[in-house]
């Protein structure tokens, strides 16, 4: 069996299929219309998120008979129309998700402890004790939206800090020993936190608008490791500046390109990323929450032992 590898990811990936009978060929660099030219000569393709797999893609991979994903999410394959080509789809959202969940965790006791905002000022000769004054996690409740691997690594962070941690998912009985499983509405009057875990879809694309912050009984901090797509910048920065968000911290954002590489090629940044970049109670990171060196390890292995599970004769 043929694979086309269209990005690179860690060594293991290759050496594992290559061990296990597969021939690897790799193309990191042509276009997507010129891999339509010769992707029918390939039965698999490994991709993370280079471009789109669409319809025209897909017919033109006529002997195609897997499309693996070195990631956590699919949604930039047309999974309806692959599935009705017998194409069979495979991610690794076990291979990031212990990293997704620390990243998680860092950011929301940076956030409470205004870790940023202290180092850049004692670094600028201020030694401002009460204005940095933090707050504990103990005691408070966190709400988690989607409950899957990413959600679930996030709770089993959370064990020690005598928090509630309560959890919503649009699949019934998926709460554990580390999160209650609640209606929406109960997470929002009860959360001091929210945290998303959710998959970009047409549920959760803009999810978080003006209308559903203001449905909290209480401000909240928010923490987005998920999909910037599911935040409407706009409406969090007048949050912000509202006190009904105590403070963000964001791994991904709105604007960010469909291949997650970049976000900064453009002068004409739109007015609310700007005001968003301002503010003191905000903390980015440039889409690396599952982006450590165990998960590019752990993500090539868990991708190769699917691959050889499946089409390994």
């Known amino acids: 069996m043929k694979i086309l590898h269209?990005?690179?990811?860690?060594?293991l990936l290759l050496e594992k299929l290559s061990e296990a009978g597969f021939i690897n060929e790799e193309n990191y660099k042509a276009s997507k219309a010129e891999i339509e030219e010769i992707i029918s000569g390939y039965e698999g393709i490994v991709i993370r998120s280079r471009f789109n797999i669409d319809k025209q893609f897909l017919d033109a991979a006529k002997n195609l008979k897997f499309i693996a994903r070195v990631g956590a999410g699919l949604e930039s394959i047309d999974t309806e129309y692959a599935e009705k080509l017998g194409v069979k789809l495979i991610a690794a959202p076990?291979?990031?998700r212990n990293a997704?969940?620390?990243h998680a965790l860092g950011m929301l006791l940076s956030l409470f402890n205004n870790l940023t905002k202290a180092d850049s000022e004692v670094k600028n000769g201020l030694w401002n004790r009460e204005a940095n004054r933090g707050i504990e996690?103990?005691?408070k409740t966190v709400g988690i939206i989607g409950y899957g691997n990413m959600g679930k690594a996030f709770a089993k962070k959370l064990r020690g800090f005598d928090c509630e941690v309560l959890c919503f998912d649009i699949k019934e009985n998926v709460g554990d020993e580390n999160a209650k499983q609640v209606s929406l509405q109960k997470l929002q009057q009860n959360a001091d936190v929210l945290s998303l875990h959710t998959p970009w879809t047409p549920l959760t694309d803009k999810m978080i608008n003006s209308e559903f912050i203001n449905s909290f009984s209480k401000p909240f901090w928010l923490i987005n490791t998920a999909r910037g797509k599911s935040v409407v910048t706009a409406d969090l920065v007048s949050a912000l500046k509202a006190g009904k968000i105590l403070g963000a911290g964001l791994d991904v954002l709105e604007f960010e390109k469909l291949?997650?590489?970049?976000?900064f090629d453009s002068d004409n940044l739109p007015n609310s990323l700007k005001e968003l970049f301002a503010m003191d109670?905000?903390?980015?990171?440039?889409?690396i929450a599952g982006w450590t060196v165990e998960s590019k390890e752990k993500l090539a292995t868990v991708i190769a032992e699917k691959i050889i599970e499946n089409f390994k004769k």
């Open 94 to 96: 076990e291979g990031n």
């Open 259 to 263: 291949s997650f590489e970049t976000l």
């Open 6 to 11: 269209l990005d690179k990811n860690h060594p």
């Open 137 to 139: 996690l103990d005691g």
């Open 281 to 287: 109670n905000v903390i980015l990171s440039p889409h």
């Open 100 to 102: 997704v969940g620390e």
